[in-house]
Antibody, heavy 123, light 110 residues
Framework: EVQLVESGGGLAQPGGSLRLSCAASGFTFRDYSINWVRQAPGKGLEWVSFISDSTSETLYYADSVRGRFTTSRDNAKNSVYLQMNSLRDEDTAVYYCARVKGPQLASAYLDYWGQGALVTVSS | QSVLTQPPSVSAAPGQKVTISCSGSSSNIGNNYVSWYQQFPGTAPKLLIYDNNKRPSGIPDRFSGSKSGTSATLGITGLQTGDEADYYC???????????FGGGTKLTVL
């Protein structure tokens, strides 16, 4: 059974840092790209970042987080990480990791999602 | 403001049909595949439609997807109260090198 489990959420101060983890199981992790998607309270889905599978490890970021957030993966641990620095109030959201399916970005879709991790940025 | 435009809400009676539109541009919907996601309050989104019109295993055929030009549509027939949820369209935006989501549509089954 495919599973994605986020951890590391919590309370951080503005300007602070937090690191989220996404632990994967039930599939050959290194063969899949992973997205981070967030959802602010009462708002819609907002894409955060994309890390490709191990063949290229291509990275993409949303403008709103580029330069502050860094996505990485450790295939030995079947995990993806989201390092969040210089946090702002508007980063408060539930953060989901999601597996990417599809042969290329033009046809990619998110077939499995984690349960989400809440990040609250507040002083 | 979302790259893809969806109506904030739609409603219909049980048993009826509803459609949810998703409008984009040539850099996203016009040249890439569209997927749709269903989300109930407090839970993670779930894949409903991929590759414009394909359903994952376990998704009933009451749900359908279509695409024409720079717009896509999600259709739901035989509406049930259990279909009340938020629905999001998504695709890759080639110009932005980013995943684009619609703002979401809240479905109410009256």
């Amino acid at each position: 059974e495919v599973q994605l489990v986020e951890s590391g959420g919590g309370l951080a101060q503005p300007g602070g840092s937090l690191r989220l983890s996404c632990a994967a199981s039930g599939f050959t992790f290194r063969d899949y790209s992973i997205n981070w998607v967030r959802q602010a309270p009462g708002k819609g889905l907002e894409w955060v970042s994309f890390i490709s599978d191990s063949t290229s490890e291509t990275l993409y970021y949303a403008d709103s987080v580029r330069g502050r957030f860094t996505t990485s993966r450790d295939n030995a641990k079947n995990s993806v990480y989201l390092q969040m620095n210089s946090l702002r109030d508007e980063d408060t959201a539930v953060y989901y990791c999601a597996r990417v399916k599809g042969p290329q970005l033009a046809s990619a879709y998110l077939d499995y999602w984690g349960q989400g991790a809440l990040v609250t940025v507040s002083s | 403001q979302s790259v893809l435009t969806q109506p904030p809400s739609v409603s219909a009676a049980p048993g009826q049909k509803v459609t949810i539109s998703c409008s984009g541009s040539s850099s996203n919907i016009g040249n890439n595949y569209v997927s749709w996601y269903q989300q109930f309050p407090g839970t993670a989104p779930k894949l409903l439609i991929y590759d414009n019109n394909k359903r994952p295993s376990g998704i009933p055929d009451r749900f359908s997807g279509s695409k024409s030009g720079t717009s896509a549509t999600l259709g739901i027939t035989g509406l049930q109260t259990g279909d009340e949820a938020d629905y999001y369209c998504g695709t890759w935006d080639t110009s932005l090198s980013a995943v684009a989501f619609g703002g979401g549509t809240k479905l109410t089954v009256l």
